[in-house]
Nanobody, 126 residues
């Protein structure tokens, strides 16, 4: 079992960058695929990026490909989301999640992810 805790959100101008961090408690962090979801007002929560337990495989939503990079440091029980070239439409609450399922890192359904953080707000001004 892991408990994710996000940090690093904030307000940034369009074209700027932010790095989100997610620290997860638990001794078996590398056994979980990790992902970043986001939810804007009035919209469903959607998978933005996912990474396998080893870090060897990643998934990106089309809307963020080439701009966002997910990575993890298993020695620090932490997963990161580097967000560059931010756009106003990236504004949302960003959630870190963990999945124990093989191939979980690319599962877009919310129900496939067992553990969630409390979320961190990212606001991109135009």
């Amino acid at each position: 079992q892991v408990q994710p805790v996000e940090s690093g959100g904030g307000l940034v101008q369009a074209g700027g960058s932010l790095r989100l961090s997610c620290a997860a408690s638990g001794r078996t962090f590398s056994g979980y695929d990790m992902g970043w979801f986001r939810q804007a007002p009035g919209k469903e929560r959607a998978l933005v990026a996912g990474i396998s337990g080893s870090g060897g495989s990643t998934y990106y939503a089309d809307s963020v490909k080439g701009r966002f990079t997910i990575s993890r440091d298993n020695a620090k029980n932490t997963v990161y989301l580097q967000m560059n070239s931010l756009k106003p439409e990236d504004t949302a609450v960003y959630y870190c999640a963990a999945s124990p399922r093989a191939g979980g890192y690319r599962l877009v359904v919310v129900q496939a992810w067992n553990y969630w953080g409390q979320g961190t707000q990212v606001t991109v001004s135009s």
